[in-house]
């Protein structure tokens, strides 16, 4: 699983943790997050993450 990690305040989306706060389930891909996931920290979208 990968982790990505976003330019604007560093929060790292691990694919294995998901986002359980936010409805997203452990084991979820980057690929399968909705096009309206955004960072849970600072609100980017998914165009301001790097791949770790």
Same mark, same amino acid.
């Given at each position: 699983?990968?982790?990505? =990690?976003? &330019?604007?305040? $560093?929060? /790292?989306?691990? =694919? !294995?943790?998901? &986002? *359980?706060?936010?409805?997203? !389930?452990? $084991?979820?891909? %980057?690929?399968?997050?909705? !096009? &309206? %996931? /955004?960072? *849970?920290?600072? $609100? !980017? $979208?998914? &165009? ?5």
């Amino acid at each position: 699983m990968k982790q990505y =990690e976003c &330019d604007l305040c $560093g929060y /790292v989306y691990d =694919e !294995a943790a998901g &986002d *359980p706060d936010n409805g997203i !389930a452990p $084991g979820t891909k %980057w690929e399968d997050l909705p !096009a &309206d %996931w /955004v960072c *849970p920290l600072c $609100g !980017a $979208g998914k &165009d301001e993450f790097t791949a770790k």
